[in-house]
Every structure is written in C-alpha cells, then in structure tokens.
C-alpha cells in the first residue's frame, strides 16, 4: 500500500461483504418460498424478503464502488484522501440507513408515516429518512473525492470514474421525486435505475477495470485511456436513449417503441467492448502479476457482463419480443446475469486485488479464491439458464395460449426446484469468497520468515 488513506477501503469492503452474505441467503430464502410458497409467511413475507435481496444487493455494491475509489485515487491521482474522518462518517451513515431499512421493514415501523414509514417503489423502497441519508453520504463522499482529485495528478481513470460517480449521485435525487401521476412516477423512477445500471454504472465499471489491468497487466496507459474514452462514448451514446426500452407500456408517447429499441440495442457494443478491451490487455501486458484470482474476476466480469447484460438483455429488448416477455421469468434471468456479472464480479474482483494488500501478504488462498469464483459463477449461469427456459414456456403459456398466472407457475415448478438448487452452489461459493479473501492460507501462517520476501515480490509488482 502506497498511501495510508488507502485502507479506509478495507472498513467498506468488510462491510460490503457481510451484507453480500445477507443478500445471497435472502436469495436462497426467496427461492425456497418459490418452491414451497408458506414459508416464513408470517414471520418474513415473500415481498419484504424479496425488497431486502435486492437493496442489500445495491447497498453492498455501491459500498464496493466506495471503497474502491477510495483505494483507487490516492495511487492515481498521488495524493491522500482529502479528509479521512469524513470517509468513515459516510461509512457510519451507510451503515445506520441500512440497519434503519431492515429493521422498519421486518417490523413495519411507523406505518404509513411520510418520513419515517417504508416506501413501495421497487429497489426505492427505503423510507424517506434513509434516502436523505444516503443523500447526506453522497454529498460528503463526493466532497470528499472531488477534492482529492482537484489537488491531485488528472488521469483518464480519476476523470471517467468522477464522471460516473457524479452521475450516480445527481440521478439519486430522481428517487425523491415520485408524482403522483403513475405514468410519470414509472418515468422517472426508470432514471435511477435504468440510468444506473445502463449508463454511469458502466462508466464506474470501465474505469475500476481499467485501474486493475493497469496493475495487473502492466499495460501503457496510453492504450487503455483509448479504450476508457469509446466505452465511455459509446456507454452513453446506447444507454440514455436507451432508457426507452422501459418506456413501451406504461403509458408514455409510441414512438418509444423505436427509439427504445434501436438505442437499446447498441447498448451490447460497451460491454463488448470492455470485454475485447480486458482481452487485449491481458494478451498486450508484460507483467506477471502473482495476483492470478484477481485476474480471473475481472475477466469473468467482462465475460458475465457481456452476457448478462449484452446478450441476455438484446434477447428481450426489441419491442415486439418485448410484448411477450416483459415482467416474466425471461427479466428475473437477465436481472440476475447482468448485475451477478457486471457489477458483483467488479466487486469481487477489486476486493480480491485489494483484500491480499491490505493484509499485507501475497495473494493467499488464490486457489480457493479462484474455486470460488467456478462455483458462484457456474452456480449463477445454470440459475439463468434454468429461469430462461421457465421465462419462455411461461412467455408461450401466459402471453399467448393466456392461460392463468398461477397455473403457468405451477407448471413451472421443476425449473424452481432448480433454479434453488443453483442457488445453492452461489452462496457456498459467496462464503468460500469471503472466507478466501478474510483469512490466511494455512503455509503462509506457518511459513514465517518466507513471509517478507513474499511481500517485498507483491510490492513490487503493485
Ligand atoms: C450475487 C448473486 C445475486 C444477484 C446479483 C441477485 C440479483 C437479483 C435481482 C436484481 C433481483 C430482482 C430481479 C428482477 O426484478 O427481475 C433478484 C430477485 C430474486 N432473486 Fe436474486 N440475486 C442473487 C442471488 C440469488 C440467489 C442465490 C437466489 C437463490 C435461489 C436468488 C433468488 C431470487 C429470487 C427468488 C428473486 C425474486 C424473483 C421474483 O420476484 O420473481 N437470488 N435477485
Ligand atoms: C449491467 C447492466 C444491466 C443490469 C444490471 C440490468 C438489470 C436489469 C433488471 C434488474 C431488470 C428488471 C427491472 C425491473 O423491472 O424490476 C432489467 C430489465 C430490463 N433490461 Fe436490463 N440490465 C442491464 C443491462 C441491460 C441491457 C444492456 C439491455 C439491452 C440490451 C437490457 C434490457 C432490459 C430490458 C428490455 C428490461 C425490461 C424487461 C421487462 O420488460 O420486464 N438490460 N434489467
Ligand atoms: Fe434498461
């Protein structure tokens, strides 16, 4: 580690990984009341479960962007973070929102209440005092960052990661704004979510990758500034008007069945290009970086991502296939590849470069790191696959035979049992995971005096 500020990003990553634990096992719960629907009826319902799944999911990975940024800059732009106390006071208002929303929702606190009472919107369900603070966080984070950057050396990489950051925090103030007016409130709710996850959380995403086949690669930064700047250009080019593909039945204008469509498809050529770009690098680089896990991540990231995202959102993206598809297991397949790849695997894969650094010893436990990435990774491509054959047989019987939700479901019953079973495989892989990156291998606690030299061959390839 270059400069001390840098391990603040060890408190966000610890804590991003205890919720990702907490995620995965709401999944695994979510799937089992799929499979055998009175479970926990009482005590966790299907839709608080399924509420808390999917914002641990977000909270985690935005702590994990966090705290990469926090790593990232100081090595990039050669300076330390501007105030590190802020650092942690943004950590602790996380923190508190996120134990606020858990406990409100599993006890349904204040009901009703405009301030203090759980909110309906999906993945903004957080009541109103939490969105405030997660705002109050924002601020003070990018306060934070910005004056680091300002003071500091300007790369591509500090330039494209702001850039996204911003973003995500100017489109947060979108989940404040709900009219009452169910057409305008689906509108505009689509500007955080689709303007996250298709627009400044791939700018987010180009430049963590970029940062890590720096290191890894040690590739010139000349040729992965080329790179950051089209996947950029291109990012927002698809992705903005690309929000149309949201746009198709709520009630809006028709002409967004075009421009959804056509935009939305050019949205696969970022994410194509990010993983020609991790590629290239890796077959250009010189170095041999003993970090290897790391290495596997963020390929499988750009990999997944191209999936997930890329081919498994063009599969329903168009409008007349969309038509057919839209809200049925076909969505739940693409939801889960695309943010499993895209973002969880960056995650996982910064942390896996970071964790060995901060403890300050060779990339331990690489192996089972690396077992855990096949497992998860496996786990998660059988759970789309599984969905997407449920998604189309429920596509033919529902939209177009038209015969009743509920029968559809029950006939789809083996692909739930399946798609459990899949789960299952995600999180023993996610505890491997973390296991892998907390603790250290066996030899390395044996090994001894072999340890400074093992530190002295990591630092010099940082
Ligand atoms: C890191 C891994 C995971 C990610 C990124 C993830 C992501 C998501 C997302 C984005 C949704 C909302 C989907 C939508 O609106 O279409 C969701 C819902 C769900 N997830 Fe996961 N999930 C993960 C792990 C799991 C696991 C291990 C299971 C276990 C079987 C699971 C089961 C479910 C279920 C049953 C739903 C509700 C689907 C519905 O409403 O029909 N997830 N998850
Ligand atoms: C990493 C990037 C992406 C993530 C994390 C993501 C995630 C999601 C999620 C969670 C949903 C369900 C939202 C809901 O209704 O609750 C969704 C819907 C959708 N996504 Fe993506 N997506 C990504 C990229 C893409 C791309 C590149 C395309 C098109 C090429 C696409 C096309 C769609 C479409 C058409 C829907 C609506 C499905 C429906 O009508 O039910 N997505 N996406
Ligand atoms: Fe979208």
């Not at 720096?214 to 698809?238: N, P």
């Not at 010893?361 to 789309?384: E, H, I």
Request: with cysteine; charged share 10%.
């Amino acid at each position: 580690m270059k400069y001390q500020t840098q391990r603040i990003a060890y408190a966000y990553f610890l804590v991003a990984m205890a919720l990702f634990a907490v995620q995965v096992t709401l999944g695994l719960v979510l799937g089992w009341i799929y499979v055998s629907p009175n479970f926990l009826s009482e005590l966790l319902p299907f839709n608080i479960a399924r509420m808390l799944h999917t914002n641990s999911l977000v909270v985690w990975l935005l702590l994990g962007f966090f705290g990469a940024t926090y790593y990232i800059l100081p090595e990039e732009s050669e300076r330390e973070i501007h105030s590190p106390l802020l650092a942690y006071i943004q950590l602790g208002i996380l923190v508190i929102g996120t134990a606020g929303v858990v406990v409100t929702y599993l006890f349904d606190l204040f009901h009703g209440n405009w301030l203090l009472g759980k909110e309906g919107r999906e993945f903004l369900e957080q009541p109103k005092w939490v969105k405030i603070g997660i705002a109050v966080a924002a601020v003070i984070f990018m306060y934070n960052v910005s004056m680091t950057v300002l003071k500091g050396r300007k790369t591509a990489v500090t330039n494209v990661l702001l850039m996204g950051l911003w973003g995500l925090v100017l489109l947060w103030l979108f989940a404040f704004y709900n009219p009452a007016n169910l057409v305008l409130d689906k509108q505009y709710w689509w500007w955080v979510i689709h303007l996250w996850v298709e627009g400044v959380w791939e700018l987010i995403m180009a430049s963590i990758l970029a940062f890590l086949m720096l290191k890894l690669t040690g590739v010139d930064r000349e040729v992965v500034e080329k790179w950051l700047y089209v996947i950029v250009a291109t990012a927002l080019f698809s992705g903005i008007l690309g929000t149309g593909h949201h746009y198709y039945w709520i009630g809006l204008p028709g002409y967004w069945q075009w421009i959804g469509s056509i935009f939305s498809s050019f949205e696969i050529v970022p994410f194509f290009a990010m993983m020609s770009f991790a590629f290239v690098m890796v077959w250009k680089g010189r170095r041999d970086h003993p970090n290897k896990a790391a290495l596997v991540w963020s390929l499988g990231c750009t990999v997944l991502a191209f999936f997930g995202a890329g081919v498994w959102g063009f599969l329903h993206t168009l409008h007349g296939v969309n038509y057919y598809t839209h809200g049925t297991q076909i969505t739940a397949a693409h939801g889960h590849l695309s943010f499993y790849g895209a973002y969880v695997c960056l995650v996982l894969a910064m942390v896996t470069f970071v964790m060995p650094i901060m403890k300050n010893r060779d990339p331990y436990n690489q192996v089972l790191n690396m077992a855990a990435f096949w497992l998860m990774s496996s786990g998660m491509v059988f759970m789309t696959v599984t969905l997407t054959f449920a998604g189309a047989i429920q596509t033919q019987m529902q939209r177009v035979v038209g015969d009743y939700f509920m029968d559809v479901q029950d006939g789809l019953a083996l692909f739930f049992w399946m798609r459990f079973g899949s789960g299952v495989f995600v999180v023993v892989g996610a505890l491997l995971f973390i296991y892998s990156v907390l603790f250290p291998r066996r030899e390395v606690v044996d090994a001894g005096p072999v340890q400074s030299h093992r530190d002295g061959h990591l630092e010099a390839a940082e």
